[in-house]
């Protein structure tokens, strides 16, 4: 079974630009949730989505916005880019049936924003 | 207070020796508990989860959960070199039933020979 794949692997923006990410779950998972990973502020919650809905969110500005196709691909979405946007976005994904249910990451985009 | 809390190290214990990581959790409703392995320049990988209170044991790793103290541990016997990575705690926080996977900010491990 092919893993979570992200692309694209690396991207280099100036502030004010938009960008869009984007994530193949696993084949058969349902859920996709997006993390954003700064060496100071460790791994941060952005969303969750099953079934094209979005579950759950974390506490990000609205300028970070996402969604979920039909096939549970996923796409994230950062509008009006910042200095301090530039981290590494991880997606995982699982099978969505619930709370406890283990994650699996890709290898995530790595964002720098000049 | 962050939900979920980790001593960020770097925590550096010679080879073959016991590494012992700790974190604490906010929520009392939490009910899943994970430990995820960082190396560096590449994504986390789960090694151990554990959901009731007391000891899980899985090859060299053992992870400990005491719910009353909101406190989860992971051991590491034997440790190896290749044991050097960060360790990443994450607490499933009750959302609307679904999952809400809170990680604290890691722990790095450094395994000397």
């Known amino acids: 079974k092919a893993g979570v794949t992200q692309t694209p692997r690396y991207l280099i923006k100036t502030r004010g630009q938009q960008v869009t990410l984007s994530c193949s779950p696993i084949?058969?998972?349902?859920?996709v949730s997006w993390y954003q990973q700064t060496p100071g502020q460790g791994l941060q919650f952005l969303f969750e989505?099953?079934?094209?809905?979005?579950?759950n969110k974390g506490n990000f500005p609205g300028r970070f916005s996402g969604r979920q196709f039909s096939n549970s691909r996923s796409e994230m979405n950062v509008s009006t880019l910042e200095l301090g946007d530039s981290a590494l976005y991880l997606c995982?994904?699982?099978?969505?049936?619930?709370?406890?249910?283990?994650?699996?990451f890709g290898s995530g985009t790595q964002l720098s924003v000049l | 207070q962050k939900e979920v809390e980790q001593n960020s190290g770097p925590l550096s214990v010679p080879e073959g020796a016991i590494a012992s990581l700790n974190c604490t959790y906010s929520?009392?409703?939490?009910?899943?508990f994970f430990w995820y392995r960082q190396y560096s320049g590449k994504s986390p990988e789960l090694i151990m989860s554990?959901?009731?209170?007391g000891d899980k044991e899985d090859g060299r790793f053992t992870a400990q959960l005491n719910k009353a103290s909101q406190y989860v541990s992971l051991l590491i016997r034997d440790s190896q070199p290749s044991d050097s990575a960060t360790y990443l705690c994450?607490?499933?926080?009750?959302?609307?039933?679904?999952?809400?996977?809170?990680f604290g900010a890691g722990t790095r491990l450094a395994v000397h020979p």
């Open positions: 989505y099953f079934s094209e809905t979005q579950r």
């Open positions: 995982a994904s699982s099978a969505g049936q619930g709370a406890g249910e283990k994650l699996f």
């Open positions: 084949s058969g998972h349902r859920s």
């Open positions: 554990i959901y009731s209170n």
């Open positions: 929520d009392r409703v939490s009910q899943s």
């Open positions: 994450a607490v499933n926080t009750p959302s609307g039933g679904y999952n809400k996977l809170i």
